[in-house]
């Protein structure tokens, strides 16, 4: 077992590395280096002024060393201009050479300087991951059991009447990408010309003009049910369809086993047989998906913060890509990529306790 | 001036425009219908009443991709004065004479028909998905076979490469992947002539495998294959066709290669696994005994036999590219701003959803249906699939 999560652990951190280092790669493309040196600089340098900036400024050289620079593996980059002063990667404005430290990447805990919101990314990051969590455990809190519920239920008694429908909802659910449903949602519930908003504004039975808000701005500072309510939703929909055919699969092989027939035979309730026989069975499939299903729910909050404009993970990534901001973009990857590795081995690990069968030597 | 429509007339109206789809829906039906014995698994969808109804929609949007041009009412690019953001069933302001009377699902946020757009739409969507989703699929299959017919060190490096791609955040790869900047890098273009040319090599293995003994018809068909491959792959990946007749437009290859970029490790993965699963069988063991070759045995014997999950996850597959698809226009990435695509068609009409929802809602609920149908389709293709 411990050697299985170690050799797990080190083919996780090679992983990382590749992923990284092609995310540093391309955001450090040609292209993409020229349009920061004009951001940052002026916007109608020549070519040969360009290629000067990104000289002077630690962005020469080859990418192997910046990627081991920005890692903290390689001794950061010094400059020394002509009126003497020395600049460097790792010597903040102002301070001596000497006191500086050689290494300074993000394994010595410096992730850089984010060019869009004018701050360091650490605390760009811990603001954005904070709002972000609060979204995804909210989704998590409203989706695990509602999916385990319907798989349940319609797995209970495969082709019954109530199997049909919930798999219907179900399936409907799976083929509604967050977009798709977000746009749905706010058209229903928070449009003031369409959905059901202008018949309760009419009734007087809501005191806005829409039941509720279309973004979730408000909620980085206090989270209501109003504000939160259609983000969560749209996130754990497109879950809550999936997880739940997948609990069905398993509930309805569960059900067909000798095990379940016994216990029948002997008398027991169908309740009983449920709840004590099958129930713990069917939900080591799931668990595995629950756990997988989280690197998807980067994509869905990727999605829903930028239609909610709630300025999240996601709303920062969109924020990155989308204007060349080359440090948190890393800083974002890192993030992501940590997040889909660690949900692996844990979804992994847990397998082989939930499933007594599977033994790793 | 004419009132605006009421919302029987608007469908009755939608309905009479779609009329060529009907005709063609019916007649599909009826012939599948009539022959379905003899159809072998297309004709069990019709068995089973939740693969006709996914079978029903699919059809309906790639009759409506078909017939887009009649069946559309507006120029999907012309913009009338006045009909900005109007509600469905409008009248037409100073309608020139011939042309159609009403905006029957009103006008987006340049005054272009939403109607239209949402036809023309499909077109752009079944352009793409199934052709990126069958080439990802050569691609998987390709390197799947052997990676679990032969296993070893090859197994070791495609399966980490493949992990790799399937770690990364998705929409992160699409703003690496796919912006303008990364045109002038020409990475595109070495994807594309990695990715394209996957299904030359698949032809013709699978040519050389079934024909190698007897070697005039072998040469024959492997000559074709590699004739019409190479051309289509010179001019597909590298812009370069003598003739002129296969070319891709350079943001349309960026977007394609993409998403055959993304689908094909997931599709690797089914087919590896299928592979390690179906290479204990006793008709493969008959076949090595028989001195078989491992290419023979990987597509003639392994592939056949492993055909029915793979039906089912290529239906599956079109559904989640149709939603990539969507993803991408919802960033506004690799489209044209004019482009009637729903994914940007949503991305530009969520930004009025609170005063004027339509031209939002009604391309998410035709890409809806469309992925509705075909997770349907998959579900009760797999059904049929089992009972044998």
């Known amino acids: 077992m411990l050697l299985f999560v170690l050799r797990r652990i080190g083919v996780m951190i090679l992983t990382a590395i590749a992923l990284t280092f092609i995310v540093f790669y391309m955001t450090n493309l040609p292209p993409n280096l020229e349009k920061l040196a004009k951001s940052e600089a002026s916007v109608r340098m020549a070519d040969d002024a360009v290629a000067s900036w990104l000289e002077r400024n630690g962005y020469g050289g080859s990418v192997f060393v910046r990627y081991g620079e920005w890692l903290g593996v390689m001794p950061g980059w010094t400059l020394t201009d002509e009126d003497g002063t020395i600049r460097g990667r790792c010597i903040a404005n102002g301070q001596d050479a000497a006191t500086a430290a050689r290494f300074c990447g993000i394994l010595q805990g410096n992730w850089g300087f984010s060019t869009v919101f004018k701050q360091p990314v650490t605390e760009v990051l811990a603001r954005s991951l904070g709002a972000t969590g609060w979204l995804m455990l909210w989704v998590m809190i409203v989706m695990v059991p509602a999916s385990l519920l319907l798989g349940v239920l319609s797995g209970m008694r495969e082709g019954s009447r109530t199997d049909r429908i919930l798999s219907t909802v179900a399936i409907t659910t799976t083929a509604t990408p967050e977009y798709v449903s977000g746009v749905i949602l706010i058209a229903l519930l928070a449009s003031a010309t369409a959905g059901i908003s202008p018949i309760l504004a009419d009734a007087g039975w809501i005191s806005g003009k829409t039941l509720f808000p279309g973004t979730a701005t408000s909620a980085m500072d206090d989270i209501t049910f109003w504000n939160f309510f259609l983000p969560v939703m749209t996130i754990a929909l497109y879950g809550i369809g999936y997880i739940a055919r997948m609990t069905r699969a398993s509930m309805t092989e569960v059900m067909t086993q000798q095990y379940i027939r016994t216990a029948r035979l002997k008398g027991v309730g169908f309740r009983q047989v449920v709840m004590r026989h099958a129930l713990r069975n069917a939900l080591i499939a799931p668990f595995t998906v629950i756990m997988l299903q989280f690197p998807w729910l980067l994509n869905g909050v990727v999605i829903v913060e930028t239609l909610f404009n709630y300025k999240g993970f996601g709303w920062t990534l969109v924020q990155a890509a989308g204007n060349n901001d080359i440090d948190t973009l890393l800083a974002c990857s890192v993030v992501a990529v940590f997040v889909v590795l660690v949900t692996q081995l844990i979804s992994d690990i847990g397998y082989v306790f939930l499933n007594p069968r599977i033994r790793l030597a | ?388």
Request: aromatic share 12%; with cysteine; charged share 15%.
């Open chain 2, 1 to 388: 001036m004419d009132d605006a429509l009421s919302w029987g007339s608007i469908f009755l109206r939608i309905a009479a425009q779609l009329l060529p789809v009907w005709v063609a829906l019916i007649a599909t039906f009826a012939l599948s219908m009539r022959y379905k014995r003899r159809l072998g698994l297309y004709g069990r969808i019709f068995d089973s009443p939740v693969g006709m109804t996914g079978f029903g929609l699919v059809m309906f949007w790639v009759f409506t991709a078909i017939f887009a041009d009649w069946i559309i009412t507006h120029d999907p690019l012309g913009q009338l004065s006045g009909m900005k953001n109007i509600i469905p069933g409008s009248p037409v302001k100073d309608a020139v004479e011939g042309a159609y009377p009403y905006y029957l699902l009103g006008g987006d946020h340049l005054a272009r028909d939403v109607f239209s757009r949402m036809v023309m739409g499909a077109r752009e969507v079944l352009k793409i998905a199934p052709a990126a989703t069958v080439i990802a699929f050569m691609v998987g299959i390709t390197l799947g076979l052997p990676a679990g017919y032969l296993g070893g060190k090859l197994d070791t490096v495609i399966s980490f490469i493949s992990n790799l791609v399937l770690a990364f955040p998705v929409i992160l790869l699409f703003y690496l992947l796919v912006t303008p900047e990364i045109r002038v890098t020409g990475i595109p273009i070495v994807l594309a002539a990695i990715l394209f040319i996957f299904p030359v090599i698949f032809l013709t293995l699978l040519l050389n495998a079934r024909f190698f003994t007897s070697p005039p018809k072998r040469n024959l068909y492997v000559g074709l294959t590699l004739l019409f491959g190479l051309w289509a792959y010179s001019g597909l990946a590298f812009n370069a066709d003598p003739l002129g007749v296969w070319s891709m437009d350079p943001n349309m290859l960026n977007v394609f290669v993409s998403v055959v970029f993304v689908n094909s490790p997931g599709v690797f993965r089914i087919v590896r696994g299928m592979v390690m699963d179906i290479k204990t069988r006793d008709y493969v063991a008959a076949g090595q005994t028989r001195g078989e070759g491992p290419w023979f045995i990987m597509l003639w014997e392994i592939l056949p036999n492993a055909r029915g999950p793979l039906i089912v996850d290529f239906c599956l597959r079109i559904g989640y590219t149709t939603i990539l698809l969507g993803t991408l226009g919802f960033f506004g990435l690799g489209v044209t701003p004019e482009s009637p695509d729903w994914g940007s068609t949503i991305n530009y009409g969520r930004r009025l959803l609170a005063i004027a929802p339509h031209p939002a809602v009604v391309p998410a609920f035709a890409l809806m249906s469309l992925v509705l149908g075909l997770n349907l389709l998959a579900d009760g293709l797999r059904e049929e699939s089992m009972k044998d």
